[in-house]
């Protein structure tokens, strides 16, 4: 199988801690990989050097073929959701969207619209994001990481906030995702989900990865 996200002896440190310890792995392409752990175990710090949203202080991060802070800045087929999305409140979810859309020049609204209907929010869509329950708000996020039909997605705790339905329609449409052969990258609390989810799943503990399955 092919590897599409490659994880090199990677570092990370604030001041007196570090974040991430000689980590390595390879993620393959077309499957749901897990990453569990306590909080503050290094989850998010992974994710964000993978998405180029940090870069290590040594080792070296690789998505779809390009060494992340060398060959690119971020990598442009990726999308992602990590910690508490931030939207602007008083937009609608449609507008916030937009915004964002506009950095890169890629969509326009019809992949807007639709990665709205495929988060449940097509009819709230143009609701003032300050209305927003917890739930909402998180699935327009996901929303966010979709809109632009990314290869990649990168999830850290997308089920935050969701009710029993709005985990279960999460869980199909990632599902659905990875049929269509979108790699996905899973951080979770919730034993069940990676379960059902994940072909494979990678413990971390204190900046290290302590096992994997698979």
């Not at 070296?60 to 971020?74: A, C, N, P, S, T």
């Not at 979108?182 to 494979?200: F, G, M, Q, V, Y």
Request: with cysteine; charged share 30%.
């Amino acid at each position: 199988m092919e590897t599409i996200i490659s994880v090199k002896e990677v570092t990370k440190s604030f001041k007196e801690t570090t974040a991430l310890d000689h980590i390595s792995a390879e993620f393959e392409k077309g499957k749901i990989h897990g990453i569990v752990g306590r909080n503050g175990s290094g989850k998010t710090v992974l994710f964000k050097c993978i998405c180029g949203l940090m870069y290590p202080d040594s080792g070296e991060v690789w998505v779809d073929g390009k060494r992340i802070g060398k060959d690119v800045d971020m990598p442009e087929n990726v999308g992602a959701i990590i910690e508490a999305p931030g939207f602007l409140p008083t937009y609608s979810g449609y507008k916030n969207l937009s915004f964002l859309a506009n950095i890169r020049r890629k969509i326009g609204k019809k992949e807007i619209l639709k990665a709205l209907e495929l988060v449940g929010l097509g009819e709230t869509g143009k609701k003032h994001v300050g209305k927003y329950s917890l739930g909402m708000r998180q699935r327009l996020g996901i929303a966010q990481a979709l809109m632009e039909d990314p290869d990649i997605l990168v999830l850290d705790e997308p089920m935050n906030g969701l009710d029993n339905r709005g985990v279960e329609d999460m869980r199909k449409l990632l599902l659905d995702l990875k049929a269509r052969g979108k790699t996905i990258l899973l951080a979770s609390h919730n034993r069940e989900d990676i379960s059902i989810l994940c072909d494979t799943v990678r413990e971390m503990d204190g900046g290290r990865i302590l096992e994997s399955d698979g």
